[in-house]
C-alpha cells in the first residue's frame, strides 16, 4: 500500500463545473497535509494547506480533511481550463519530509 | 507566499561532467531544504534533505558521493551531480521548508532545474 494515494486520472469537467479531487493516507499520525499543483514543465505549487479535520476554503478552493477516515480532498469552483494541471496531494512526516501521492490530472474543457 | 529561486533553469551536459545547481530563498531563512527528482509523467522523488551547517540526510538508494549536498548558508544550499551519465537527465527540484507553530510548516518550490546529459 502506497503511503499517499491518488487517482491518476484524468478527471474531466466542463469549465465552470466543481472539480473534486481525492487522496487517501495510510499514516495515522499524519498531521499535516498539503495541495500543490504542476503545470507541465513546471513545479509544484502550492494550493492550499490543512492541518484540523474539517473544511478550509481560500477563494475558489476547498480543502476537506478527516483524519479518522485518512483522506483529503480538493474542491476546485468555478473550473476554469487554466486549473487544468497535476494536482498533487502531500504529507508531512514528523521529519518535515513530504510524502506526495502520484498526483490526479485536471482536464478542464472550455 | 515565500519565494525559492532555482539556477539555472535549464542544462546540457556531456556525460561525465559535474553539474552544480543552486537553490535559494529569497525572502526568508531556511534552515532546511529539500532535493527532488522528477522523470516524466512521474510523481517527485525526495532526495535528499539538506541542512544549514550539517550534512545531508539521504535517501536509500540515492548516492550521496553522486550527488554531493553543501547547505552553507541560511539562503542557499546546491546539489552537484558529478560524473553525469544519461541516466541522470530528469527534472531537479529544490524546495524550501517555512517554519510555523504547532506543526504548520509549509515547503515552498523552487522551479526546477531541467538536467540533460549527453
Known amino acids: ?110 | 507566499g515565500a519565494v525559492v529561486s532555482q539556477h539555472p533553469s535549464r542544462v546540457i551536459c556531456k556525460s561525465g561532467t559535474s553539474v552544480k545547481i543552486e537553490c535559494r530563498s529569497l525572502d526568508f531563512q531556511a534552515t532546511t531544504m529539500f532535493w527532488y527528482r522528477q522523470f516524466p509523467k512521474k510523481s517527485l522523488m525526495l532526495m535528499a534533505t539538506s541542512n544549514e551547517g550539517s550534512k545531508a540526510t539521504y535517501e536509500q538508494g540515492v548516492e550521496k558521493d553522486k550527488f554531493l549536498i553543501n547547505h552553507a548558508s541560511l539562503t542557499l544550499s546546491t546539489l552537484t551531480v558529478t560524473s553525469a551519465h544519461p541516466e541522470d537527465s530528469s527534472f531537479y527540484i529544490c524546495s524550501a521548508r517555512v517554519g510555523g507553530t504547532g506543526g504548520t510548516d509549509t515547503q515552498y518550490f523552487g522551479p526546477g532545474t531541467r538536467l540533460t546529459v549527453l
Open chain 1, 1 to 110: 500500500q502506497k503511503e499517499v494515494e491518488q487517482n491518476s486520472g484524468p478527471l474531466s469537467v466542463p469549465e465552470g463545473a466543481i472539480a473534486s479531487l481525492n487522496c487517501t493516507y495510510s499514516d495515522r499520525g499524519s498531521q499535516s497535509f498539503f495541495w500543490y499543483r504542476q503545470y507541465s514543465g513546471k513545479s509544484p505549487e502550492l494550493i492550499m494547506s490543512i492541518y484540523s479535520n474539517g473544511d478550509k476554503e481560500d477563494g475558489r478552493f476547498t480543502a476537506q480533511l478527516n483524519k479518522a477516515s485518512q483522506y483529503v480532498s480538493l474542491l476546485i469552483r468555478d473550473s476554469q481550463p487554466s486549473d487544468s494541471a497535476t494536482y498533487l496531494c502531500a504529507v508531512r512526516r514528523s521529519s518535515y519530509k513530504l510524502i506526495f501521492g502520484s498526483g490526479t490530472r485536471l482536464l478542464v474543457r472550455p
